[in-house]
């Protein structure tokens, strides 16, 4: 079964950006992994990076549920309604269907009335602490691209810990703490996703934000992934390639996008006022509706698909690559070091292809992207003829082992592409401005991402400076000398782009 073929992968970003887009989208899509192309050798395969459609991961993991026998109903037990806490003839019945809460209807199609949910037996054993883990597992690394949502169909846990692993279950490392009172319950100070920045994205946060509370998105819970995702695209998520840039370069920030496992390890029920109401414990207890995750198969930039079969989750891997995760050369294809596919450069990215082993080239491939011709290596001809961009390239010609050799801020087989924050003219220039991150100020338009064109009253690279500052003839009692407001954040700005500040630290 297939759960994903050639479509694009914006699925997720679409409904995020579509409204707004007055840029045309600048990210790639990666949903292909070659296509034919014609060169003066005839028709040939140009290979790209390539990843599966983001897709809704809850329909090829397995759940699994600690204390195995937490599920209420066996025996059958009577529990009190969420709106009026001391009506407790509620039932639930493992044994009769209508009455029953097991864990697959967290899994189930929503929208039901009345919802379908899993619930856990009640407090009844208070004092002795009522805790639950709900282990998700996919066997399968995947990466995440939208928020994790939990509905809650009892009052949101006073206090839940959400974990992930990255090893099939062996270690675990907390993702996000959530608490009515963060500083009680896990001695941290309480944080939203909001007060994180680029810098601090990976922070490990205990929130109060989805605190219990009768207001209206009082049932959900949510670990933001798309907010993180923003402190790289931007507020819209439009620009994509900035944050594939990060990911493609910073692992950390990768990794922390990728599981396989999660698990939500519920500590305390909502108990909604502060003593626990020893008359009426059936009041408490945990009911999930609802558990949304999204994302895609890491293949590693080697596959558009993956396969669901047998319960397992597999790329379909191209390149000449292998494994569940495209994670090596296939046989007789490790002619240099397998590496995963690159996002860079934008749009269509890098295959890294795995190339024939030298001493397996029985057949050369009669093209190969990067490799032009293999059997010359062995004649290692100096003056071969690769087609570099005389406007790109150091030299017109390729060096000893075939590669082109880019300028700073180009990139390609033949260098003809630009880095992020660089475009074209006559060769690829670092941008002055562009619609992203260097923005003209002062009513500045930018030009072409060579200049700012500035409002009369204004000039400086970016706008940013009075042009009667320039002329040393502003009024000394307007206060208009004075200088203009964030001018060195943005020279931080510009260095960064520029490549002269040192990169992000994770
Ligand atoms: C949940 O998992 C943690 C970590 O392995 C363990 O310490 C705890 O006892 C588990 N809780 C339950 C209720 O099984
Ligand atoms: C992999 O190797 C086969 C056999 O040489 C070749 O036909 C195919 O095009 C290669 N695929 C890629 C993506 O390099
Ligand atoms: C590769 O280069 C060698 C030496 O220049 C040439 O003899 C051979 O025909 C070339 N092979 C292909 C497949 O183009
Ligand atoms: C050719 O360029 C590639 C890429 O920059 C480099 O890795 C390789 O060492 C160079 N080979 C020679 C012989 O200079």
Not at 215 to 239: C, M, Q, V, W, Y
Request: negative net charge; contains cysteine; aromatic residues 10%.
């Amino acid at each position: 079964m297939y759960l994903s073929r050639f479509l694009s992968i914006h699925a997720l970003w679409v409904t995020v950006s579509s409204v707004m887009q007055p840029y045309p989208l600048v990210w790639g899509h990666y949903d292909l992994c070659k296509t034919q192309i014609y060169t003066e050798e005839g028709k040939v395969w140009d290979y790209m990076a390539c990843q599966p459609e983001s897709t809704d991961m809850t329909k090829y993991l397995k759940v699994k549920l600690d204390p195995p026998d937490i599920t209420c109903g066996d025996p059958p037990e009577t529990f009190c309604a969420m709106g009026n806490p001391y009506m407790c003839n509620n039932e639930c019945d493992a044994s009769t269907p209508e009455l029953a809460h097991p864990p697959e209807l967290m899994f189930d199609f929503e929208g039901r009335h009345p919802s379908t949910f899993w619930q856990s037996a009640t407090w009844k054993e208070y004092p002795k602490p009522l805790q639950v883990n709900i282990t998700l597992s996919w066997s399968k690394t995947i990466e995440l691209t939208d928020n994790i949502v939990i509905t809650f169909e009892s009052g949101r846990p006073d206090q839940m810990i959400l974990e992930k692993s990255l090893d099939y279950g062996r270690t675990w490392q907390p993702y996000q703490y959530y608490a009515t009172d963060c500083l009680d319950a896990f001695h941290m100070d309480p944080k939203s996703v909001k007060d994180l920045s680029q810098h601090t994205v990976l922070e490990i946060i205990c929130t109060e934000e989805y605190s219990t509370g009768y207001t209206t998105n009082s049932k959900i819970i949510h670990f933001e992934i798309k907010d993180r995702f923003a402190f790289f695209a931007g507020p819209r998520l439009r620009n994509m390639a900035s944050l594939y840039g990060q990911l493609d370069t910073t692992k950390k920030l990768r990794d922390f996008f990728t599981v396989t496992d999660l698990r939500i390890r519920l500590l305390r029920p909502a108990v909604g006022e502060i003593f626990v109401d020893e008359l009426h414990l059936a009041r408490y207890f945990y009911a999930i509706s609802d558990i949304k995750v999204r994302g895609r198969c890491k293949c590693n930039l080697h596959a558009t698909v993956c396969v669901y079969d047998n319960s397992k989750l597999t790329c379909e891997c191209e390149h000449n690559t292998t494994g569940p995760d495209c994670g090596k050369c296939k046989k007789n294809y490790q002619g240099r070091p397998w590496s995963p596919g690159s996002y860079l450069p934008i749009p269509k990215g890098t295959a890294n292809t795995c190339i024939p082993s030298i001493s397996s080239i029985g057949n050369p491939p009669k093209f190969n992207r990067i490799w032009p011709n293999i059997s010359s290596l062995e004649v290692s001809n100096p003056k071969q003829e690769c087609y570099c961009n005389p406007l790109g390239s150091i030299h017109d010609r390729c060096n000893g082992s075939g590669f082109c050799e880019c300028k700073t801020g180009t990139t390609g087989p033949k260098c003809d592409e630009c880095l992020p924050g660089n475009s074209w003219h006559y060769g690829c220039q670092p941008n002055v401005c562009d619609n992203e991150l260097l923005h003209c100020q002062n009513g500045g338009t930018c030009h072409n991402n060579v200049r700012c064109l500035c409002p009369a009253a204004y000039t400086g690279i970016l706008c940013e400076k009075l042009r009667c500052e320039e002329a040393g003839s502003c009024g000394s009692d307007s206060g208009q000398g004075a200088p203009p407001h964030g001018s060195p954040a943005l020279l931080l700005l510009l260095t960064t782009l520029l490549g002269t500040a040192s990169p992000l630290v994770f």
